[in-house]
């Protein structure tokens, strides 16, 4: 079961963003996780941090935007370590600073779509496991 229903897309705007309290509560609980990998993250807090990231590459892979550095790679990479180091927290926090630009820029249905999509191929990738 997906989170987003066909219609909640089609219901999105086609033209503006989340709604503003929506788009500071993702942050909020993707910055809340990102500060807990400094010291000892929960799988709650690694689970929100790769929820950013997989929404990142599928809007990467609709084309919306670039990851030509295998930033993406990289940052999972990163969430699978116990404790991130330095480095691994800075592209961290690079990827959600992305996030946020592109959850204030997109509009509402391109981002509804990118989430459905997102579970269909986390899905895929489970049952083929």
């Given at each position: 079961?997906?989170?987003?229903?066909?219609?909640?897309?089609?219901?999105?705007?086609?033209?503006?963003?989340?709604?503003l309290?929506?788009?500071?509560?993702?942050?909020?609980?993707?910055?809340?996780?990102?500060?807990?990998?400094?010291?000892?993250?929960?799988?709650?807090?690694?689970?929100?941090?790769?929820?950013?990231?997989?929404?990142?590459?599928?809007?990467?892979?609709?084309?919306?935007?670039?990851?030509?550095?295998?930033?993406?790679?990289?940052?999972?990479?990163?969430?699978?370590?116990?404790?991130?180091?330095?480095?691994?927290?800075?592209?961290?926090?690079?990827?959600?600073?992305?996030?946020?630009?592109?959850?204030?820029?997109?509009p509402?249905?391109?981002?509804?779509?990118?989430?459905?999509?997102?579970?269909?191929?986390?899905?895929?990738?489970k049952?083929?496991?």
């Amino acid at each position: 079961m997906t989170t987003y229903s066909h219609w909640d897309v089609l219901l999105a705007s086609p033209t503006e963003p989340l709604p503003l309290k929506k788009r500071q509560y993702q942050m909020g609980l993707m910055l809340k996780a990102l500060e807990n990998c400094k010291t000892k993250p929960s799988v709650h807090d690694i689970a929100a941090l790769s929820t950013a990231v997989d929404l990142m590459e599928t809007l990467r892979d609709m084309g919306h935007l670039e990851d030509n550095e295998k930033a993406l790679e990289d940052a999972m990479i990163a969430l699978m370590h116990e404790n991130p180091n330095d480095i691994e927290i800075r592209m961290l926090e690079g990827i959600l600073e992305d996030y946020q630009m592109v959850m204030d820029n997109l509009p509402a249905r391109t981002m509804i779509a990118a989430h459905r999509e997102t579970e269909k191929r986390l899905e895929k990738h489970k049952v083929a496991a």
